[in-house]
């Protein structure tokens, strides 16, 4: 009777452990603030299987810049922006092995910036060592193997103990979160975007522009972050899907451009293509002085501009299927009109701003 009465004791022991640590996801994934870091992220693992044409992996330079629905309805492709803010550039690889497991997209498209600003510092630190810039991402992904991998590239030389608030990042947030009904949505970290990972940004600010096209010289990148620059390029050349790297349109000081020219260089002899749109102000036809919100990112009527000018090349130079009457992929048509009606109040808004200025 003793013997049975012990079994049953760690019967029922072994039962509330494994429900306390199955509990343990969910309830972080509720904890998660709900940024648009997190929509991001969490809207692209509600994207059905094997059905995105194309992802751009980027920072804040990719999901205020893509309008993947514009994209959609003026070509027939679909889209989706795998971006958080301050993207470092340690993340790029690892956002590609994460995407690739439910989709299998004929094109990347990544942003250059992170190698750009990745070793500038900010307080003391630089930006591709900077934590919060590593959570914009992890704190949001699922938990997987491939997550621990970018935590474990990232915290190289800390003791377990040190790196556990990095894999259970519920032990950063305030757990009285999980009982917030906004995010029961997200108790799988499974949420719809209903802007395929674009943001608005309400704002508006007149920036200074200076053309560096003509720019040839080159300056290498610092070694660190040259090692994840080559590290990104043979991965990439691993795998089946093309890809572009790409620079958006922003204020570009000259010593970027020497950065981007480098870049350029060591990619084309990778085979890659590369496509800085800085070169290309005039055809995009932004106005320096209404289309940005400052000058690093442009408002929704910069986006526009650069979604036609970036759709229009990626449609010239790459195979997609257009889609827009396969009645598998209605849900864009129902999607791209919500997204218009969203694009016609932000328009409105920022022309109030010019108005008052």
């Known amino acids: 009777?003793?013997?049975?009465?012990?079994?049953?004791?760690?019967?029922?022991?072994?039962?509330?452990?494994?429900?306390?640590?199955?509990?343990?996801?969910?309830?972080?994934?509720?904890?998660?603030?709900?940024?648009?870091?997190?929509?991001?992220i969490a809207g692209f693992y509600a994207e059905e299987n094997n059905?995105?044409?194309?992802?751009?992996?980027?920072?804040?330079?990719?999901?205020?810049?893509w309008e993947p629905l514009r994209a959609w309805n003026e070509y027939g492709f679909t889209s989706y922006n795998f971006a958080n803010d301050s993207l470092i550039p340690q993340a790029i690889k690892y956002y590609m092995k994460e995407i690739k497991k439910t989709q299998n997209p004929s094109l990347f498209v990544v942003d250059l910036r992170p190698f750009q600003y990745g070793d500038l510092v900010e307080n003391g630190v630089k930006n591709m060592e900077n934590e919060?810039?590593?959570?914009?991402?992890?704190?949001?992904?699922?938990?997987?193997?491939?997550?621990?991998?970018?935590?474990?590239?990232?915290?190289?030389?800390k003791s377990f103990i040190e790196k556990l608030p990095y894999y259970w990042d519920f032990l950063k947030y305030n757990m009285e979160l999980i009982f917030s009904f906004s995010r029961l949505d997200y108790?799988?970290?499974?949420?719809?975007?209903?802007?395929?990972?674009?943001?608005?940004?309400?704002?508006?600010?007149?920036?200074?522009?200076a053309d560096y096209s003509d720019v040839e010289e080159e300056k290498p990148?610092?070694?660190?972050?040259?090692?994840?620059?080559?590290?990104?390029?043979?991965?990439?050349?691993?795998?089946?899907?093309?890809?572009l790297f790409l620079v958006h349109s922003y204020c570009q000081q000259e010593e970027d451009k020497m950065k981007?020219?480098?870049?350029?260089?060591?990619?084309?002899?990778?085979?890659?293509?590369?496509?800085?749109?800085n070169d290309y102000y005039n055809e995009i036809g932004l106005d320096y002085s209404k289309d940005f919100y400052n000058e690093n990112h442009v408002n929704v009527f910069g986006a526009e501009k650069y979604t036609d000018f970036v759709a229009d090349y990626i449609a010239t130079n790459y195979d997609f299927v257009d889609k827009r009457e396969i009645k598998k992929f209605n849900r864009w048509n129902d999607l791209y009109t919500n997204f218009e009606s969203e694009t016609e109040k932000a328009k409105e808004i920022i022309s109030a701003m010019w108005e008052e200025s």
Not at 8 to 32: E, G, K, Q
Not at 138 to 146: A, E, G, H, L
Not at 202 to 207: A, D, G, H, L, P
Not at 221 to 243: A, M, P, Q, R, W
């Open 1 to 40: 009777m003793e013997k049975k009465k012990r079994l049953w004791i760690n019967i029922v022991c072994c039962f509330v452990l494994a429900f306390f640590f199955a509990s343990l996801v969910p309830m972080s994934y509720l904890a998660r603030p709900l940024t648009y870091n997190r929509r991001n």
């Open 51 to 65: 059905t995105l044409d194309m992802v751009y992996i980027g920072g804040s330079a990719c999901f205020v810049y």
């Open 132 to 157: 919060f810039n590593l959570r914009n991402g992890t704190d949001n992904m699922k938990y997987s193997s491939t997550r621990n991998e970018l935590i474990d590239e990232f915290t190289k030389g």
């Open 187 to 209: 108790i799988d970290n499974v949420a719809e975007n209903p802007y395929k990972g674009f943001a608005f940004m309400y704002q508006t600010e007149k920036v200074d522009f």
């Open 221 to 243: 990148l610092e070694k660190e972050i040259n090692d994840y620059f080559i590290d990104l390029l043979e991965y990439c050349k691993t795998g089946t899907s093309k890809v």
């Open 260 to 277: 981007y020219n480098y870049m350029q260089r060591v990619i084309n002899e990778y085979g890659f293509d590369f496509l800085n749109t």
